[in-house]
């Protein structure tokens, strides 16, 4: 397993809204790796998708979305914080930044206010920092025997898994989105450009999902009937049948919470198919969530199978 390949996913700065590193460091991977893999994609990466960008392989059935942002906390005024998404915060957290001054390692101070039991999020730091800064939990990338811990796991796997997908595909659509954590937005343009230049049947979310009483840690990727959105269950079924068929261990999850791009896939014009299917982790949205490697076998192989399947 390319462990250092994720852990550079992790340490690249790319809050929602400022992807744009995240952007450079894939297009820079796919120049230097492209030679070695299965087919040459052709790479979509114009001021119409914005800080997204979009590997076409061959002649598309399937496109696999990956969202490339994270959660963090944007500067107010003073020493004020507003979170990027919904990062756990407690008192202490290191955060990361850059502002017109220089580098930023500063710690993050929660307050909560007796009356209404409401948050009020500060930094401390030895100086003030830039109105509108953006900042990151510092990545404490820790590879372990059986499990890998870091901040951004969510979605540095879903990149990972797609990057690693892109050595031996042949026909598809790796699709890299911007603006998740936040409730979506580059989905909508993303489908728009797709369905018109480039359209398919098919989308899968590759994506990170919650250990829960259901879905546990050491047993396969997940395959989600459901969360706050119901995809078309007979497509849900078919992907069931074929992995069902593979000796790819996987687990499914039902859940009436949380979302994905997904969601925007099934509010679109489009008769487009869709399904997550992810990889599960726990203490999501803190410095230190958690996954084990199998689940990341699991994950890759499920997408390499699907991919030729589908």
């Given at each position: 397993m390319d462990t250092n390949l994720l852990k550079e996913l992790c340490e690249v700065f790319a809050p929602s809204g400022d992807e744009v590193l995240m952007k450079e460091f894939i297009l820079n991977y796919v120049e230097e790796h492209q030679s070695?893999?299965?087919?040459?994609?052709?790479?979509?990466?114009?001021?119409q998708l914005q800080d997204c960008l979009i590997l076409r392989f061959g002649k598309p059935r399937t496109a696999v979305f990956a969202h490339m942002d994270s959660i963090g906390f944007t500067v107010r005024y003073q020493d004020q914080l507003i979170p990027i998404g919904s990062p756990d915060v407690k008192d202490g957290y290191p955060l990361v930044g850059h502002d017109a001054l220089g580098p930023i390692l500063c710690k993050l101070k929660v307050q909560e206010q007796k009356k209404d039991k409401k948050k009020k999020l500060h930094y401390t730091f030895g100086r003030g920092i830039s109105s509108g800064t953006n900042l990151v939990f510092e990545c404490d990338f820790k590879d372990k025997k059986k499990y890998i811990t870091s901040c951004f796991l969510d979605n540095r796997l879903g990149i990972y898994n797609?990057?690693?997908?892109?050595?031996?595909?042949?026909?598809?659509?790796?699709?890299?989105?911007?603006?998740?954590?936040?409730?979506?937005?580059?989905?909508?343009?993303?489908?728009d450009y797709i369905m018109k230049h480039h359209p398919v049947q098919q989308c899968?979310?590759?994506?990170?999902?919650?250990?829960?009483?259901?879905?546990?840690?050491?047993?396969?990727?997940?395959?989600?009937?459901?969360?706050?959105?119901?995809?078309?269950?007979?497509?849900?079924?078919?992907?069931?049948?074929?992995?069902?068929?593979?000796d790819i261990p996987f687990q499914l999850e039902v859940e009436g919470e949380g979302s994905s791009d997904g969601r925007e896939i099934q509010q679109s014009p489009y008769p487009l198919d869709w399904c997550f299917v992810g990889v599960p982790i726990a203490n999501t949205h803190t410095p230190h969530e958690k996954v084990q490697k199998k689940d990341i076998e699991s994950y890759l192989n499920m997408y390499h199978y699907l991919m030729r399947t589908l």
């Open positions: 070695n893999w299965k087919v040459q994609p052709e790479v979509i990466a114009t001021d797609i990057l690693k997908l892109a050595e031996s595909l042949e026909d598809g659509l790796l699709v890299f989105s911007c603006w998740e954590e936040q409730g979506g937005g580059a989905v909508p343009f993303l489908l899968l979310i590759a994506d990170i999902t919650w250990v829960t009483e259901g879905v546990k840690h050491g047993e396969g990727a997940v395959i989600s009937l459901r969360d706050r959105n119901i995809p078309r269950r007979s497509f849900v079924n078919k992907l069931i049948q074929l992995a069902g068929k593979s």
